[in-house]
T-cell receptor, first 116, second 113 residues
Framework: AQTVTQSQPEMSVQEAETVTLSCTYD???????LFWYKQPPSRQMILVIR??????QNATENRFSVNFQKAAKSFSLKISDSQLGDTAMYFC?????????????FGKGITLSVRP | EAQVTQNPRYLITVTGKKLTVTCSQN?????MSWYRQDPGLGLRQIYY???????DKGDVPEGYKVSRKEKRNFPLILESPSPNQTSLYFC????????????FGQGTRLTVV
Protein backbone atom coordinates (compact mmCIF):
# COMPACT_ATOMS: atom_id res chain seq x y z
CA ALA A 1 0.00 0.00 0.00
CA GLN A 2 1.06 3.54 -0.67
CA THR A 3 1.44 6.18 2.01
CA VAL A 4 1.87 9.93 1.72
CA THR A 5 3.28 11.95 4.60
CA GLN A 6 3.02 15.66 5.15
CA SER A 7 4.68 16.26 8.47
CA GLN A 8 4.09 20.01 8.79
CA PRO A 9 0.49 20.78 9.78
CA GLU A 10 0.83 24.54 9.34
CA MET A 11 3.10 27.10 7.75
CA SER A 12 3.11 30.85 7.41
CA VAL A 13 4.87 33.05 4.88
CA GLN A 14 5.12 36.75 4.20
CA GLU A 15 3.55 37.99 1.00
CA ALA A 16 6.02 38.04 -1.93
CA GLU A 17 8.38 35.56 -0.25
CA THR A 18 9.04 31.96 -1.18
CA VAL A 19 7.81 28.95 0.77
CA THR A 20 8.40 25.22 0.41
CA LEU A 21 5.90 22.58 1.46
CA SER A 22 7.28 19.12 2.17
CA CYS A 23 5.91 15.74 1.18
CA THR A 24 7.32 12.24 1.31
CA TYR A 25 5.75 9.06 0.06
CA ASP A 26 6.31 5.36 0.19
CA UNK A 27 5.60 2.95 -2.63
CA UNK A 28 6.99 -0.10 -4.35
CA UNK A 29 5.54 1.00 -7.68
CA UNK A 30 7.81 2.18 -10.46
CA UNK A 31 5.11 3.89 -12.52
CA UNK A 32 3.11 6.56 -10.70
CA UNK A 33 2.03 10.17 -10.56
CA LEU A 34 2.36 12.78 -7.84
CA PHE A 35 0.17 15.80 -7.34
CA TRP A 36 -0.27 18.89 -5.24
CA TYR A 37 -3.84 20.05 -4.70
CA LYS A 38 -4.93 23.37 -3.24
CA GLN A 39 -8.09 23.68 -1.14
CA PRO A 40 -9.06 27.29 -0.44
CA PRO A 41 -11.79 28.19 2.08
CA SER A 42 -14.37 27.54 -0.67
CA ARG A 43 -13.42 23.82 -0.19
CA GLN A 44 -12.89 23.35 -3.92
CA MET A 45 -10.07 20.92 -4.80
CA ILE A 46 -7.80 22.62 -7.32
CA LEU A 47 -4.95 20.83 -9.06
CA VAL A 48 -1.80 22.88 -8.66
CA ILE A 49 0.83 20.71 -10.28
CA ARG A 50 1.39 17.16 -11.52
CA UNK A 51 4.54 15.09 -11.90
CA UNK A 52 5.02 11.81 -13.73
CA UNK A 53 7.49 9.57 -11.95
CA UNK A 54 9.26 8.57 -15.15
CA UNK A 55 10.11 12.19 -15.92
CA UNK A 56 13.32 13.41 -14.35
CA GLN A 57 12.55 17.04 -15.06
CA ASN A 58 10.73 18.82 -12.25
CA ALA A 59 7.29 20.13 -13.14
CA THR A 60 6.67 23.88 -13.13
CA GLU A 61 3.44 25.89 -13.37
CA ASN A 62 4.02 29.63 -13.20
CA ARG A 63 4.94 30.43 -9.56
CA PHE A 64 4.66 26.80 -8.51
CA SER A 65 7.41 24.26 -8.94
CA VAL A 66 8.32 20.92 -7.43
CA ASN A 67 11.50 19.29 -6.28
CA PHE A 68 11.01 15.63 -7.14
CA GLN A 69 13.60 13.32 -5.62
CA LYS A 70 12.59 9.85 -6.75
CA ALA A 71 15.25 7.90 -4.87
CA ALA A 72 14.46 9.74 -1.65
CA LYS A 73 10.70 9.54 -2.36
CA SER A 74 10.34 13.21 -1.74
CA PHE A 75 8.06 15.65 -3.56
CA SER A 76 8.14 19.20 -2.23
CA LEU A 77 6.22 22.17 -3.58
CA LYS A 78 7.83 25.59 -3.89
CA ILE A 79 5.63 28.64 -4.14
CA SER A 80 7.49 31.74 -5.32
CA ASP A 81 6.30 35.31 -4.86
CA SER A 82 3.56 34.20 -2.45
CA GLN A 83 0.23 35.93 -2.82
CA LEU A 84 -2.66 36.36 -0.39
CA GLY A 85 -4.73 34.12 -2.64
CA ASP A 86 -2.31 31.27 -1.98
CA THR A 87 -3.72 30.99 1.55
CA ALA A 88 -5.26 27.51 1.58
CA MET A 89 -4.80 23.94 2.64
CA TYR A 90 -2.43 22.01 0.38
CA PHE A 91 -2.55 18.28 -0.15
CA CYS A 92 0.13 16.09 -1.61
CA UNK A 93 -1.26 13.02 -3.41
CA UNK A 94 -0.08 9.83 -5.12
CA UNK A 95 -1.65 7.78 -7.89
CA UNK A 96 -0.46 4.46 -9.28
CA UNK A 97 0.23 4.51 -12.97
CA UNK A 98 -1.31 1.12 -13.59
CA UNK A 99 -4.16 -0.92 -12.24
CA UNK A 100 -7.93 -0.68 -12.25
CA UNK A 101 -8.34 1.83 -9.47
CA UNK A 102 -7.09 5.33 -10.25
CA UNK A 103 -7.17 6.06 -6.55
CA UNK A 104 -5.54 9.14 -5.16
CA UNK A 105 -3.78 8.58 -1.84
CA PHE A 106 -3.60 11.86 0.03
CA GLY A 107 -1.43 13.22 2.78
CA LYS A 108 -3.05 14.87 5.78
CA GLY A 109 -2.59 18.32 4.31
CA ILE A 110 -0.84 21.49 5.38
CA THR A 111 -2.49 24.82 6.11
CA LEU A 112 -0.59 27.67 4.50
CA SER A 113 -1.20 31.24 5.58
CA VAL A 114 0.18 34.14 3.57
CA ARG A 115 0.63 37.27 5.68
CA PRO A 116 0.16 40.71 4.15
CA GLU B 1 -17.59 23.54 -19.42
CA ALA B 2 -16.09 20.34 -18.05
CA GLN B 3 -17.38 19.76 -14.57
CA VAL B 4 -18.39 17.40 -11.81
CA THR B 5 -21.59 18.43 -10.05
CA GLN B 6 -22.50 17.30 -6.55
CA ASN B 7 -25.75 17.92 -4.73
CA PRO B 8 -26.53 19.01 -2.14
CA ARG B 9 -23.65 21.24 -1.03
CA TYR B 10 -24.80 21.15 2.57
CA LEU B 11 -26.94 18.62 4.38
CA ILE B 12 -27.95 18.17 8.00
CA THR B 13 -29.80 14.98 8.81
CA VAL B 14 -30.70 12.76 11.73
CA THR B 15 -29.27 9.39 12.58
CA GLY B 16 -30.85 6.58 10.60
CA LYS B 17 -32.58 8.65 7.93
CA LYS B 18 -31.52 7.42 4.50
CA LEU B 19 -29.94 9.96 2.20
CA THR B 20 -28.36 10.16 -1.24
CA VAL B 21 -25.67 12.53 -2.44
CA THR B 22 -25.73 12.86 -6.20
CA CYS B 23 -22.72 13.20 -8.49
CA SER B 24 -22.78 13.85 -12.22
CA GLN B 25 -19.99 14.48 -14.72
CA ASN B 26 -20.22 15.76 -18.30
CA UNK B 27 -16.84 14.57 -19.58
CA UNK B 28 -17.77 10.99 -20.51
CA UNK B 29 -15.24 9.72 -17.96
CA UNK B 30 -15.15 6.02 -17.26
CA UNK B 31 -13.73 6.31 -13.76
CA MET B 32 -15.58 7.90 -10.84
CA SER B 33 -14.84 7.85 -7.15
CA TRP B 34 -16.04 9.10 -3.76
CA TYR B 35 -13.80 10.45 -1.02
CA ARG B 36 -14.41 11.71 2.47
CA GLN B 37 -12.29 14.41 4.07
CA ASP B 38 -11.80 14.56 7.81
CA PRO B 39 -9.52 16.88 9.82
CA GLY B 40 -6.06 15.44 10.24
CA LEU B 41 -6.79 12.51 7.92
CA GLY B 42 -6.76 14.05 4.47
CA LEU B 43 -9.07 12.51 1.88
CA ARG B 44 -9.82 8.81 1.87
CA GLN B 45 -11.48 6.80 -0.86
CA ILE B 46 -14.90 5.31 -0.08
CA TYR B 47 -15.92 3.61 -3.34
CA TYR B 48 -14.96 3.75 -6.96
CA UNK B 49 -16.35 2.71 -10.32
CA UNK B 50 -14.45 1.77 -13.45
CA UNK B 51 -17.52 1.94 -15.69
CA UNK B 52 -21.26 1.35 -15.81
CA UNK B 53 -22.30 -1.44 -13.42
CA UNK B 54 -18.70 -1.86 -12.21
CA UNK B 55 -18.10 -0.67 -8.65
CA ASP B 56 -15.71 -1.64 -5.88
CA LYS B 57 -14.78 -0.73 -2.34
CA GLY B 58 -12.15 1.79 -1.48
CA ASP B 59 -10.45 2.22 1.88
CA VAL B 60 -13.43 3.23 4.04
CA PRO B 61 -16.59 1.68 2.50
CA GLU B 62 -18.47 0.73 5.70
CA GLY B 63 -21.88 2.37 5.93
CA TYR B 64 -21.98 3.46 2.29
CA LYS B 65 -23.42 2.18 -0.96
CA VAL B 66 -23.00 3.33 -4.54
CA SER B 67 -24.47 2.56 -7.92
CA ARG B 68 -23.43 3.24 -11.50
CA LYS B 69 -26.42 2.76 -13.77
CA GLU B 70 -25.38 5.49 -16.17
CA LYS B 71 -21.90 6.58 -17.11
CA ARG B 72 -22.41 10.17 -16.03
CA ASN B 73 -23.93 9.52 -12.58
CA PHE B 74 -22.43 8.00 -9.46
CA PRO B 75 -24.62 8.57 -6.39
CA LEU B 76 -23.44 7.92 -2.83
CA ILE B 77 -26.06 6.34 -0.59
CA LEU B 78 -26.09 6.32 3.20
CA GLU B 79 -28.88 3.95 4.14
CA SER B 80 -28.64 4.51 7.90
CA PRO B 81 -26.35 7.48 8.58
CA SER B 82 -24.55 7.73 11.89
CA PRO B 83 -22.74 10.68 13.50
CA ASN B 84 -19.33 9.24 12.55
CA GLN B 85 -20.28 9.83 8.92
CA THR B 86 -20.30 13.56 9.52
CA SER B 87 -17.70 14.70 7.02
CA LEU B 88 -16.92 16.57 3.83
CA TYR B 89 -17.53 14.40 0.78
CA PHE B 90 -16.04 14.73 -2.69
CA CYS B 91 -16.90 13.04 -5.92
CA UNK B 92 -14.17 12.81 -8.56
CA UNK B 93 -13.98 11.58 -12.14
CA UNK B 94 -11.20 10.91 -14.60
CA UNK B 95 -10.51 9.26 -17.90
CA UNK B 96 -8.80 5.88 -17.79
CA UNK B 97 -6.69 6.83 -20.77
CA UNK B 98 -3.56 7.48 -18.72
CA UNK B 99 -4.02 11.22 -18.34
CA UNK B 100 -4.08 10.85 -14.54
CA UNK B 101 -6.09 14.04 -14.20
CA UNK B 102 -8.95 13.91 -11.68
CA UNK B 103 -11.79 16.43 -11.68
CA PHE B 104 -13.47 17.06 -8.34
CA GLY B 105 -16.96 18.14 -7.46
CA GLN B 106 -17.57 21.11 -5.18
CA GLY B 107 -17.92 18.98 -2.07
CA THR B 108 -20.87 18.13 0.19
CA ARG B 109 -20.74 19.03 3.86
CA LEU B 110 -22.78 16.38 5.69
CA THR B 111 -23.73 16.62 9.36
CA VAL B 112 -25.48 13.70 11.04
CA VAL B 113 -27.02 14.49 14.42
Amino acid sequence: AQTVTQSQPEMSVQEAETVTLSCTYDTSESNYYLFWYKQPPSRQMILVIRQEAYKQQNATENRFSVNFQKAAKSFSLKISDSQLGDTAMYFCAFMKGTGANSKLTFGKGITLSVRP
Amino acid sequence: EAQVTQNPRYLITVTGKKLTVTCSQNMNHEYMSWYRQDPGLGLRQIYYSMNVEVTDKGDVPEGYKVSRKEKRNFPLILESPSPNQTSLYFCASSSTGGTARAFFGQGTRLTVV
